[in-house]
Structure formats: C-alpha cells, structure tokens
Nanobody, 121 residues
C-alpha cells in the first residue's frame, strides 16, 4: 500500500512560481509512475502531469511549458514546479500513483490529502 503526503501549496500572485512536493511511503517508490492532479471548485479532478518510473513525462496542454514534474527516488518524493502561474491554476493539487491500461493513464486509489494552491493578486 502506498501513502502519499503533499506539501508546499500556498497563495501566489499571477506570474509567480510555486513548488509542491509529494512524499510517498514504500520501498518500491521507484517502480511506480507518479502523477499530479488538481481539482478546482465546482470542477472535476483533472490530470496535470505524470512522470513514469523511467522519468518520461506527460503534461496537460494547459500547463505545458509552465509546469515541470520531477522525482527523487532516493527521497521517495515527486515534485511539481509551477511557473508563470495563472488564476485558473487555482485548485487543490493531489498526488497519485496512476496506472497504465487500456491505452491510457488512470488514477489509482492511492491519493494524498491534497494541497491548496491559490493564484490571486
């Protein structure tokens, strides 16, 4: 079983930067793909970025060129560096260990508690 704990959220002005982190339990962290999802008020949870065990990455079109996902397997941690933030990036950001099947990524049942990111002047 994987336990995930997010941190690093906060309030930032438009155009600013923020890095959120997700610490995972388990000695086989390096074998998992890891992902960041977000959920804004009144909206469905959406995929933001994924990094595979081989460090290949995938991003939502809305964050390409602004967000960077990375991982440190020695620390069992995955990061999301967010630059050029916009008000529409405001959401609760969740960490997940997604699974690949049927030709696409699917969120697993392993979720953290989330961390709030608010972009506002």
């Amino acid at each position: 079983q994987v336990q995930l704990v997010e941190s690093g959220g906060g309030l930032v002005q438009p155009g600013g930067s923020l890095r959120v982190s997700c610490a995972a339990s388990g000695s086989i962290f390096g074998l998992y793909a890891m992902g960041w999802y977000r959920q804004a008020p009144g909206k469905q949870r959406e995929l933001v970025a994924i990094i595979t065990s081989g460090s290949n990455t995938k991003y939502a079109d809305s964050v390409k060129g602004r967000f960077t996902i990375s991982r440190d397997n020695a620390k069992n941690t995955v990061y999301l560096q967010m630059n050029s933030l916009k008000p529409e990036d405001t959401a609760v950001y969740y960490c997940n260990a997604p699974e690949w099947y049927d030709g696409s990524w699917h969120a697993s049942s392993y979720w953290g508690q989330g961390t709030q990111v608010t972009v506002s002047s």
